[in-house]
Nanobody, 127 residues
Framework: QVQLVESGGGLVQAGGSLRVSCAAS????????MGWFRQGPGKDREFVAA????????YYADSVKGRFTISRDNAKKTMYLQMNSLKPEDTAVYFC????????????????????WGQGTQVTVSS
C-alpha cells in the first residue's frame, strides 16, 4: 500500500524559510515522479513543483520560481521542498503526490496526473 506522509509545516514570518518533507512507503520511490501542490483557504489545489524520478530535472510554478527548491533522496524515499523568502500568500496546506509515468514534468501540473497523495501539512506565513 502506497503511503505518502508530509511533515515540517509550521508558522513562519514573511521573509523566512521552511522545509517540508514527504516520506514514502510501500512504493519503489525511484520509480515515481513526484510533485508538490498547495491549497490555500477557499482556493483550488494548485501546482507548486515537480521532480523527475532521478531528481535530475525539476519544474516550478512561476509563483515560486527562484524562491522554492524541490529535491529528493531516493535512498531515504523522501522528497523535500525548501521554501525561502516566504510570503503571506504562500500560506496553504502543502501536499505531495506521486506519478508512476515517465511524462514530461511540464505535463505534471494538474492533480489528475498523480496517482497517490499525502494528507498535507499546514504552512502559515505571517505578515
Amino acid at each position: 500500500q502506497v503511503q505518502l506522509v508530509e511533515s515540517g509545516g509550521g508558522l513562519v514570518q514573511a521573509g523566512g524559510s521552511l522545509r517540508v518533507s514527504c516520506a514514502a512507503s510501500g512504493v519503489t520511490f525511484s520509480g515515481y515522479a513526484m510533485g508538490w501542490f498547495r491549497q490555500g483557504p477557499g482556493k483550488d489545489r494548485e501546482f507548486v513543483a515537480a521532480i523527475s524520478r532521478s531528481g535530475g530535472r525539476t519544474y516550478y510554478a512561476d509563483s515560486v520560481k527562484g524562491r522554492f527548491t524541490i529535491s529528493r533522496d531516493n535512498a531515504k524515499k523522501t522528497m523535500y521542498l525548501q521554501m525561502n523568502s516566504l510570503k503571506p500568500e504562500d500560506t496553504a496546506v502543502y501536499f505531495c503526490a506521486a506519478d508512476p509515468t515517465a511524462r514530461l514534468l511540464s505535463l505534471l501540473t494538474t492533480t489528475s496526473e498523480y496517482d497517490y497523495w499525502g494528507q498535507g501539512t499546514q504552512v502559515t506565513v505571517s505578515s
